[in-house]
């Protein structure tokens, strides 16, 4: 009996400590001059998210507009506090005009120590110093003279899109489509030929390899994922002294033994394609450098982030064989997700809002009949206008990253002029809630609408940047955005060439988001009819 005392008196002490411990981390916000979301035990106030109740969008909804006129919130990530940015020149001071306090991710998801780490090598995860080099190292790549020379790379998937739709269609089949799988098919074999050099048709050979690996590495529904990613969140310390990676060792050695060997291919028969294998090659061999005429503009569209001086620093450092391949790695992971969720809500609305789509399909025709017996160009992509109003106002309604973060890496005073001052700590993290500020009618009336006329030429110099975040903000904004709208466009330019969207009785209208998915993800899937044009 005095045992069991004795044994119910400890678990009852462990049990106080554990409580006290946890709530002492729920008081951080009570000395800062903002207003917090009140914390719920250990989940903080993502509870809500976890438990699959609300969905990722709908959770940042909920926070962005708890204190609406506040400039900046509190909230906690679980036990970790977060600084939530509501205002677009607190956005613009902090993560723009002063980019060296913020400049890094957390150190989540990856063991930022295992120099093999392929994700932690990648541009994404790099941090300091070391990121601000690889930014630099590879910025030449992405340039609008660059992405010329790959433009013929993505329009052969593109035009072998089309080719597949118009047999399927002459063999008598009905094609009702689940948009998110299609697009996600073409994206695979889009990443394939520019960052891994080889040829796929996933559409026609439905479980190549390349394509399956690609699936089981994103696949954030499978158990041992999810436990990573709550190990990572709560315990990200812990997680990275057990040497743990997002990835699978495998998927990993797979994806760069297929690169290894492409290299040494070419290097072997002095093969030269416009790819990213050719790029590493060239930054081996310190080949790689800004054009003197390369000018920074928004020549691929509104869309387009522009390259920061850090991009175009100098720098002598020798990257390891791991970590250039560690950058093809990453472009798998950004191109597989992000361009397919895109297309797959961009066909959504274009089927839901059949005026868009006939009035994109008219300018469509008319730059096929231009082109008299010429091939579509880059060149000639970039001036349809009505193209780009159209994708810079999908990327508006359903931007593929529903909230971006930093790390305060330096102590950081905060003053906002009108008396809110107080110090954001080394380590803390700050969340931009893109989706949400899109959707703000402050920043975008009627915002639901899709409405291209938001991005005509009058309408576009009234919005202000800072609320405007399809492909993040600041210098640590996304290095790809050239290489994602040339796919996007070329993908529905020979999309609608020869076909138009339908609606089917499978379309979930209007469409509700998964519960169960970390990024943008459709409930019921995107259904859409793909139906040939009646010449």
Known sequence: MEIDLLTAAAICSIILLIYRYVS??????????????????????????????????SHMNMLYYTFPDAKLIGLYDF?????????PEVIKKLIVKDFDHFSDHPAVMTNADDGESLFGNSLIALRGQKWRDMRATLSPAFTGSKMRHMFELVSSCARAMNGFFLAEMKAGKRLECEMKDIFSRIGNDVIATVAFGIQEDSLKNRENEFY??????????SVMILVKILLFRCAPRLAQKLGIDFVDPQLTNYFKGMIVDNMKQRETHGIIRNDMIQMLLEVRKGALKHSNNEQDQKDAGFATVEESSIGRAAHSRVWTENELIAQCFIFFLAGFDTVSTCMSFLTY??????????????????????????????????????MDMVVSEALRVWPPVVATDRQCVKEYQFDDGFGTKFVIEKDQTIW????????????????????PERFNESN???????????????????????????????????????????????????????KNAFTLQAEKGIWVEIKGRQL
């Open 24 to 57: 002492k981390k729920y008081e951080y916000f009570l000395v800062k001059p903002i207003p917090c979301v009140k914390p719920t035990f250990f989940f903080g106030s993502t509870g809500a998210v976890f438990f699959l109740r609300r969905d990722n969008v």
């Open 79 to 87: 036990m970790q506090p977060i600084v939530l940015l509501r205002d």
């Open 212 to 221: 399956i690996k690609g699936k089981e590495m994103l696949n954030f529904q």
């Open 349 to 386: 609305e274009l089927a839901v809002n059949p005026d868009v789509q006939k009035r994109l399909s008219e300018e469509i025709k008319e730059t096929e009949q231009s082109l008299g017996n010429e091939s579509l160009s880059y060149e000639v992509l970039q001036k349809m206008a009505y």
């Open 432 to 451: 931009i809630p893109n989706y949400a500020i899109h959707h703000d009618p402050k920043f975008y009336p009627n915002p639901q609408k899709f409405d």
């Open 460 to 514: 576009r110099a009234k919005i202000n940047p800072s609320t405007y975040l399809p492909f993040g903000v600041g210098p640590r904004n996304c290095i790809g955005s050239r290489l994602a709208l040339m796919e996007v466009k070329l993908m529905l330019y020979y999309l609608l060439k020869d076909f138009t969207l339908q609606p089917t009785e499978k379309t979930q209208i209007p469409l509700q988001l998964a």
